[in-house]
């Protein structure tokens, strides 16, 4: 189901990536924000959401890293280049990520920053929306964020524009180590 999730999510411009480890999947998002200039000023640092990924690996290399935040805020989100967030589940047939984002931090962390890094577990991939929706339960799920490629529109005169209402860039990172609720 990879493969096919990857065909789609690329089809829609996400950027995806696959990590056995833990380590390695750490080890590519220090080099892609270090390529991409993260830095300690507005619109280059980075805004990282707490997650379990987090409580899995070393976080010194991480807290090195001029420009890497872990306190999420609306001002920072607003003012960030990187947001990063872990995802539960990701369809197969659509390329779309979902996760129950009842918590604020994931939502912004998500939606606000120019690029939105999504780590999610191998083990999280579901053939489609029916497979997702018999896991949900609405009672322990106040709100399911779902995100299909970076934000675009094509509602003024018809022209398509990337980033208005959301990432201009969504870069998907795989990790058969994380595991999940499967």
Request: glycine share 8%.
């Amino acid at each position: 189901m990879y493969q096919q999730f990857k065909v789609k999510a690329e089809g829609v411009s996400a950027e995806v990536y696959r990590f056995i480890t833990n380590d390695a999947a750490l080890g590519f998002i220090i080099q892609f924000l270090q390529k991409e200039g993260v830095a300690d000023e507005p619109q280059k640092f980075a805004l990282w959401a707490d997650c379990p990924f987090l409580e899995m690996v070393d976080r010194q290399p991480l807290e090195k890293i001029d420009g890497v935040k872990f306190n999420v805020t609306r001002e920072l989100s607003v003012a960030s280049r990187f947001g990063i967030s872990q995802m539960e589940w990701a369809l197969a047939d659509t390329g779309s990520l979902a996760q129950k984002s009842t918590g604020i931090a994931q939502r912004l962390v998500s939606s606000l920053p120019i690029i939105h890094i999504a780590l999610v577990p191998t083990s999280g991939i579901l053939p489609d929306m029916p497979s997702l929706l018999a896991k949900v339960n609405p009672k322990e799920c106040a709100y399911l964020a779902m995100i299909t490629g970076p934000s675009r529109t094509a509602d003024i005169e018809r022209v398509l524009t990337i980033g208005v209402h959301g990432p201009e860039r969504l870069v998907i990172v795989f990790v058969d180590e994380l595991g999940g609720d499967n």
